[in-house]
């Protein structure tokens, strides 16, 4: 399969490159212009803020040419696979691909527990409350992250915020107030704020609704304003990955396939992973392809473990479960498979799409 994905150029690139700037141990290369900057710069700060579902064409087709995110975009990388928020945020926020830190969708199976997990939430696929199986086994899971290194293995200060939480901020407003605050504050920093609009929006109105094309504005005037009162600071301003407006298929109606099913479909509604009952493989192929074929394509776990579609690395011991028989992919459709404990969801990503995969890279530079 082709991979879009570039590991050489993605999230888990740019946090390579934060983490050589702080002393840090990498896995993978880093970035070289965010590199360069860097070395020759050397900020007192490292900003680095994510806007969830802010995809570099939404922000293209949102932002006027002269806007601040715009004229200050450097490039648009993409981002890991699946173009989701749980694998790509790990990504950044630890150095290591899909594939090795093992946080690979929304929903996953988890092996040693049998259980398909929705990962953010603690709890059983379509269930509210806390799995305990889970918990036992979560940190099989990669859980350290780069601010975690910076204050373990350095003499610098290393600082994350998210809108939840026990330390959790309220607003925008809050967020970027936050930022400053800790900017003018002595000694070597890194800063990484999580903001998860637009993407909240995004899923109950679509990409580009009036609501969202409003919030992404907000954000480029009130991060402008901002840096313009910030020194000896670089801030990178990324996104996870982009966002699709879906036409939903309900599985249940096609039961043919329903009964061909292991256990409930995992990753993504765009990335879908199947685990296929014993001798029912090639069946499945056939039913997929007559049903789906035009809207997903269908890979098996040899060519996804071959194409590194996961990225490179040593594989996570949860991996090889949990990615299942198949993995069925929309590229250029705007279709999402839903089965029992999905959201239904005006908009969507971890395709691969053009939309969904890439990503900006806005560097200002403060210092």
């Known amino acids: 399969m082709l991979v879009k994905n570039n590991y050489n150029e993605c999230l888990t690139n740019l946090a390579c490159s934060i983490q050589k700037y702080f002393g840090l141990n990498t896995k993978h290369n880093s970035i070289e212009y965010i590199d360069k900057i860097l070395n020759e710069k050397q900020p007192k700060n490292v900003v680095v803020m994510l806007f969830d579902g802010m995809g570099s064409r939404i922000l293209d087709r949102t932002l006027h040419e002269n806007s601040f995110f715009r004229r200050n975009k450097v490039k648009e990388i993409t981002t890991v696979f699946p173009a989701t928020t749980t694998a790509a945020t ?3 926020r630890t150095g290591l691909n899909p594939i090795e830190h093992g946080w ?16 953010f939430l603690n709890s059983e696929k379509g269930k509210e409350e806390v799995s305990n199986n889970f918990l036992k086994v979560k940190d099989k899971l990669v859980q350290k992250t780069i601010v975690d290194q910076i204050k373990e293995n350095t003499e610098y200060e290393a600082v994350e915020l998210f809108p939840f939480g026990e330390n959790k901020y309220n607003s925008l407003d809050e967020m970027l107030e936050i930022i400053k605050e800790e900017c003018n504050k002595e000694g070597k920093k890194y800063i990484y704020a999580y903001d998860n609009e637009p993407d909240h929006s995004m899923h109950d109105f679509g990409p580009d609704d009036e609501k969202v094309k409003k919030l992404i ?22 996104a996870d990955h982009g966002h699709k407006q879906v036409e939903h298929i309900y599985l249940k109606d096609y039961s043919k396939i329903t009964q061909m099913l292991e256990r409930t479909t995992s990753l993504e509604q765009r990335a879908v992973s199947f685990k296929i009952k014993k001798d029912y493989k090639e069946q499945f192929i056939r039913e997929f392809n007559e049903n789906f074929g035009k809207e997903f394509k269908l890979y098996s776990e040899l060519e996804i473990i071959e194409s590194h579609l996961f990225g490179e690395g040593e594989e996570n011991e949860l991996f090889r479960e949990a990615i299942g028989d198949f993995i069925a992919i929309a590229e250029s459709s705007n279709k999402c498979i839903i089965t029992d404990g999905d959201e239904v969801l005006k908009s969507q990503h971890a395709g691969y799409s053009e939309d969904e995969i890439y990503i900006p890279l806005i560097v200002v530079d403060k210092c």
Do not use: F
């Open 217 to 238: 504005e907000i954000r480029n005037t009130k991060v402008e304003q901002l840096c313009n009162n910030l020194s000896d600071s670089i801030i990178i301003i990324i």
């Open 90 to 92: 790990t990504s950044i």
């Open 104 to 119: 690979l969708g929304w929903n996953m199976y988890i092996a040693p527990i049998d259980e398909t997990i929705t990962l």
